[in-house]
């Protein structure tokens, strides 16, 4: 396991103005850097029954790569003299940025997922800025040194770790200033803490997640979201409409946008800390978590268009669906479930197994069989084999249990003729 730090920067003037056109010069070499690969893509991609048989074609130049272009940085320092004052490490880390989102849109991740073009950064869009590498003990107290910024002041809110390294840290620039996070380095802990725990009937707790309920747990608990962005939708409403009332360009308007960018932050802030009460609550009370594998992507989705014979376009509920996604979003599902909840879990060396959630809504949870529902039903009504009735969201957390621990399994499970059935035979 290696552990981030993050602690807020206390920059003197000159260290704000030269860390911000640090941050400049970056996203100048960024954007140039991905203008060259996005050239070389349109001269020299094309289908093979759309190259030029007959026609004489000029020798397409060389394709711009990941070390290409690290070694045209030399270059670059000779002709802009300026970029001498930035760290080499800091250059480079341009380059694999660029490399890295190119990549994702061509290939994809190591899961085969691609991501959408990469685009240029605009001003005040390039924010971080990477060290590599970083001298040996570069903490002194309440200073942190880097390499050509020399010692920069930070509140230590919480000490270091005895016996850590330093390998690596970012400077980035929020709303409300500048930070730095240390990643960390301890050989004496494994990368893997987590325990061989045997699952027992009560050491694991099962956990379905949605908008109504954020979670439901196997034993009959629940949580409701916070909501903290419905909370503050008024007020960032009437910020928006006050800058769009100023000119573009000038003082006010900027001091509104900082507001507003503010805001957003505090309601992100707010959120995080949440989650991370809830993912060390949630672990107090089990040893073994099963959570839905859910996709985020899956859950936030857009009306398609609808037409009717005459070619008239239908209601699709587009509106309502709009503020299902907005819901889902300020909730905060999936990073909950796919990032906190795993982070705590291996702090505290318990294992968090993903369930698949297929079927988990429309299937009793006592007796297996599947009791079709619609999305505004919310309680899992008498089931016409066993008669039981609990909330939908308990029922699903008591499946997921069972079928991450393995004494149940959805793939054989009897069909039941429930309300859609019986519609259909009157």
């Not at 206390?10 to 991905?34: G, V």
């Not at 003299?81 to 880390?93: F, R």
């Not at 940025?97 to 869009?125: T, Y």
């Amino acid at each position: 396991m290696i552990p981030s730090y993050q602690y807020r920067l206390k920059p003197t003037y000159d260290q704000r103005c030269r860390m911000t056109r640090w941050l400049d010069m970056l996203r100048y070499q960024y954007n140039y850097l991905l203008t060259d690969r996005f050239d070389w893509w349109e001269m020299n991609h094309c289908s093979i029954n759309a190259c030029p048989l007959v026609s004489s074609i000029a020798k397409p130049r060389e394709k711009p790569t990941y070390y290409g272009q690290k070694r045209s940085l030399v270059q670059l320092k000779e002709e802009r003299p300026w970029y001498k004052e930035v760290h080499t490490h800091v250059l480079q880390d341009v380059v694999k940025r660029v490399n890295l989102a190119f990549q994702r849109w061509l290939k994809g991740d190591g899961n085969g997922k691609r991501s959408g073009k990469p685009r240029f950064k605009g001003k005040n869009r390039y924010r971080t800025m990477a060290f590599s590498s970083m001298p040996s003990d570069p903490v002194n107290g309440n200073r942190v040194k880097f390499p050509k910024l020399g010692e920069i002041k930070f509140i230590r809110h919480r000490p270091l770790p005895e016996g850590v390294k330093v390998k690596r840290a970012l400077i980035t620039k929020k709303a409300d200033g500048w930070y730095v996070t240390l990643t960390l380095e301890d050989k004496s802990i494994p990368d893997s803490a987590t325990l061989d725990i045997k699952t027992t009937q009560d050491n694991n707790l099962g956990i379905d997640s949605g908008w109504e309920c954020f979670v439901a747990g196997s034993d009959g608990s629940t949580k409701e979201p916070r909501r903290f962005y419905r909370q503050a939708e008024d007020k960032l409403a009437k910020l928006q409409v006050n800058r769009d009332k100023k000119a573009e360009g000038f003082k006010p308007r900027r001091k509104l946008n900082q507001r507003i960018a503010k805001l957003h932050q505090k309601i992100a802030r707010q959120r995080k800390q949440w989650h991370y009460e809830l993912a060390g609550e949630l672990l107090d009370r089990a040893d073994v978590l099963f959570v839905e594998d859910l996709q985020g992507s899956n859950m936030t989705g857009r009306g398609q268009p609808k037409q009717d014979e005459n070619g008239n376009y239908l209601p699709n509920r587009l509106s309502a669906r709009s503020g299902l996604n907005k819901s889902f979003a300020d909730a905060g599902i999936a990073e909950f479930l796919n990032e906190i909840l795993f982070y705590q879990a291996e702090k505290a060396g318990k294992p968090v197994i993903k369930v698949n959630p297929k079927g988990t809504s429309r299937h009793c949870s006592n007796c297996l069989n599947r009791v079709p529902k619609e999305l505004s039903d919310r309680w899992h009504n008498s089931c016409p084999h066993c008669g039981i009735e609990l909330q939908r969201d308990v029922n699903s957390g008591i499946l997921i249990k069972k079928v991450g621990w393995g004494i149940a399994s959805l793939k054989n499970a009897n069909p039941s003729k429930g309300r859609r059935s019986q519609q259909r035979t009157a």
